[in-house]
């Protein structure tokens, strides 16, 4: 025969567990092993894209054949000097057009490609001058298509922020043209999309 006391403590003792564990079951378990009722943390959401002025203003090169859109208020400053073969053009170097403002900027150059080089070979070339950083992308500049070789890196110059750079051929000219400071890819990508090239319009 079964005791009928000890079936009912079994009974009893049993209920308990089964609401202890459903208690239980209604908790996060944390890192350390100790339940918490506490929500998880949401994660952070991603940095949006900054705004773009209106690039209401277009620079013409005398010298580099192009041209290119950009927003009012950037101060314009004229390169005075080609861009010659073998030499590296740094943001203040005088064989540069710059649009700036106090916190950002965009830059263009070019030079004739050297006798018998191939378009691959002065991409090559720059690109090994240039130190490079960042991911390589071939994106549109205008009708042409470059590679970007400095890809949303640490700024260096005096703009500070970030810095993009990319090269393209067109026409028999091999060009530059860089973005630094507080800007953006989709900044950089915007401008690129207003360049048109005049290569027959550069001075060698």
């Given at each position: 025969?079964?005791?009928?006391?000890?079936?009912?403590?079994?009974?009893?003792?049993?209920?308990?567990?089964?609401?202890?564990?459903?208690?239980?079951?209604?908790?996060?378990?944390?890192?350390?092993?100790?339940a918490s009722s506490a929500p998880a943390a949401a994660a952070?959401?991603?940095?949006?894209?900054?705004?773009?002025?209106?690039l209401a203003l277009m620079f013409t090169s005398p010298s580099m054949g192009?041209?290119?859109?950009?927003?009012?208020?950037?101060?314009v400053t004229v390169a005075s000097q080609s861009w010659p073969l073998g030499k590296t053009?740094?943001?203040?170097t005088p064989d540069g057009d710059r649009m700036e403002s106090d916190s950002a900027g965009f830059r263009g150059t070019s030079q004739a490609l050297a006798a018998g080089q191939s378009e691959a070979e002065w991409i090559s070339q720059y690109i090994a001058s240039s130190m490079p950083c960042g991911n390589r992308e071939l994106v549109p500049v205008g009708a042409f298509v470059g590679t970007i070789d400095l890809n949303d890196c640490p700024g260096m110059g005096r703009l500070g922020g970030r810095v993009?750079?990319?090269?393209?051929?067109?026409?028999?000219?091999?060009?530059n043209f860089t973005m630094e400071g507080q800007v953006d890819r989709n900044f950089f990508l915007a401008m690129l999309a207003t360049v048109t090239f005049t290569p027959q319009t550069a001075k060698p």
């Amino acid at each position: 025969m079964f005791d009928t006391p000890a079936i009912a403590s079994r009974t009893t003792v049993l209920s308990v567990l089964l609401l202890v564990a459903a208690s239980c079951g209604s908790t996060a378990s944390s890192s350390n092993g100790v339940a918490s009722s506490a929500p998880a943390a949401a994660a952070s959401p991603s940095p949006s894209p900054m705004q773009i002025p209106p690039l209401a203003l277009m620079f013409t090169s005398p010298s580099m054949g192009y041209s290119v859109k950009y927003p009012a208020g950037w101060k314009v400053t004229v390169a005075s000097q080609s861009w010659p073969l073998g030499k590296t053009s740094y943001w203040d170097t005088p064989d540069g057009d710059r649009m700036e403002s106090d916190s950002a900027g965009f830059r263009g150059t070019s030079q004739a490609l050297a006798a018998g080089q191939s378009e691959a070979e002065w991409i090559s070339q720059y690109i090994a001058s240039s130190m490079p950083c960042g991911n390589r992308e071939l994106v549109p500049v205008g009708a042409f298509v470059g590679t970007i070789d400095l890809n949303d890196c640490p700024g260096m110059g005096r703009l500070g922020g970030r810095v993009f750079d990319i090269a393209v051929v067109a026409g028999g000219r091999g060009y530059n043209f860089t973005m630094e400071g507080q800007v953006d890819r989709n900044f950089f990508l915007a401008m690129l999309a207003t360049v048109t090239f005049t290569p027959q319009t550069a001075k060698p």
